[in-house]
C-alpha cells in the first residue's frame, strides 16, 4: 500500500463514462478530488473541465502526467490506449485507475504488469461490478449453499445492432478491433468473465467460436464458447450482437444440484432463486454512481486504509480468456 493523504486525480479521457459512472465519484469519495482532465481534443477537454468545475485541461497526456498537483490518474481511454498512458503514469511514480479491459490484447496486459513489477506503483482496473451490492448478493447466495452444489454455468447474451453500428463511414470505436481488440465481445464480456472468476476462480481451459453474421462492420458479432475453471467447473456462452429485438437477452444461470440461480449482469434485473421451496426474486439496488464503490476501495487503498485486489494481475485472466475465445492464441 501507498499513503497518500488526498488522492489528486488526473483523467487521460473524459468520454461517456466518465460523466456519469465514474467522474462524479472521484469527488464523492472522501480525501479524493479532480484536478485535471486531458482529451486530445481540447475543446472536449475544456467543455469536460468547466462543466465539472476542473482547474485545468490538457491536449496531451505527457502533460497531465507531469502535472505536479496530479499524483494518481484515471485512463478512461479506448482499450489500445490504456497500456501507454498506464506505463507512462507509473514511470512517473503515479498510481493508475484503468477503464476494463485494461488492454486490447493479453500480450500488453503482460508488458503493463512488469512495469507494475518493476516500478512498485500500483495498477486497478475498472471491473467495478465486483463490488456492486447487486453481485454482492449473488456470491453470497452461491456461497450460502441455498442452491447446492455448483455443477454447471451458462452465459447468454444476445442484442439488436445500435444505430451507430449502421453508419460504415463512422462506426464504433468498440467495433474496429485495432482499438477496440475486438468487437462488443471485447467490450462486454469481460465483465461478465470477471464476474464468474471471482465467483469460481480462475478459467484455466477456454475455446471459442466466432463469425460475423450481419455484415455491419469487420469485428465479429456472434460468438460461442466454452470453458473450464480449475476446480473442473464447466461454463458455456453465447453472444450475439445483432439479434432480433424479440431474442434480447441478457442472463447468466448458475446450475446447482438444488436449485438454480440466475442474474442479469447489465441491466440489474431482479436476482431470482428457483428451489424446492420454490422462486424467489432479491432486487438489490446500486448506487447511483457504479463505479462508486470501486473507486473508494481504491482510494483507500491509496491511502493506506485497505487493500483493493482489483489490479492489473487480477484483471490479466480476463484478457488471456477473451484472447483464446476468440483464438489469438
Partial sequence: MTDIKTIQWGFIG?????EKKSGPAFSIVPGSKVVAVMSRNKEKARSYAERHGIRRWYSDAQELVDDPDVNAVYIA????????FA???MKAGKPVYVEKPIASNYEDCCRLNRIVEKTGVPCFVAYYRRLLPYFLKVGELIRSGAIGRVINVQIRFAVPPRDLDYNRKDLPWRVQPDIAGGGYFYDLAPHQIDLLQQYFGPIIEAKGYKDNRGGLYEAEDTVSACFRFDSGLPGSGS???????SAREDRIEIIG??????FSVFTYEPIVMQTERGREEFVVPNPEHVQLPMIQSVVEHLQGLSICSCDSVSATSVNWVIDRILGKF
Fill in 14 to 18: 473524459c468520454g461517456e463514462v466518465t
Fill in 87 to 89: 506505463i507512462m503514469a
Fill in 77 to 84: 481511454t479506448p482499450p489500445s490506449t490504456h497500456t501507454t
Fill in 257 to 262: 444440484d438444488r436449485g438454480l440461480l440466475s
Fill in 239 to 245: 453472444w450475439c450482437f445483432v439479434a432480433h429485438e
